[in-house]
């Protein structure tokens, strides 16, 4: 029988929350953030507006937590706090938006729900960037 020994590092849950944050900040900054601010002129004349904030302080808001949050989330900054904005847009977006959606069309919201309520229950380890210390 074969036996794979992996360093000390890769078997720590530590190491899988730095994959999870990276990995799932990464695909939203990608696939929804980036998109957003590079076409911000055909974003406002498209996006919709559920909680009747105006397309711009909508698409503003959209843009915090597809790029934004998924910064910090990346760096390990205010993890807990930087999944909020991003579930909450996700919450609006598959319960009001996209209520017509079974659960086969809305699946990859709801995965991502499930992924960064995983963040921010979890936190997000502890190989993070520090840029505060203090020590005495």
């Known amino acids: 029988m074969i036996k794979l020994t992996l360093p000390t590092l890769w078997q720590t849950d530590d190491f899988g929350l730095l994959f999870l944050?990276?990995?799932?900040?990464?695909?939203?900054l990608y696939v929804h953030g980036?998109?957003?601010?590079?076409?911000?002129?055909?974003?406002?004349?498209?996006?919709?507006d559920p909680l009747h904030f105006g397309t711009t302080l909508t698409l503003l808001c959209a843009l915090f937590a597809e790029i934004v949050?998924?910064?910090?989330?990346?760096?390990g900054l205010w993890t807990r706090l930087a999944c909020l904005p991003l579930l909450f847009l996700l919450l609006v977006s598959m319960l009001l938006v996209h209520a017509d959606w079974s659960i086969e069309q809305?699946?990859?919201?709801?995965?991502?729900?499930?992924?960064?309520?995983t963040i921010a229950v979890s936190g997000p380890g502890k190989f993070t960037v520090k840029i505060f210390s203090i020590e005495r």
């Open 69 to 75: 949050c998924p910064l910090f989330i990346f760096l």
């Open 21 to 28: 944050r990276i990995s799932s900040a990464l695909l939203v």
């Open 106 to 117: 809305g699946q990859f919201g709801w995965l991502l729900m499930i992924v960064f309520t």
């Open 34 to 48: 980036l998109p957003k601010l590079f076409h911000w002129q055909t974003e406002l004349q498209h996006i919709d």
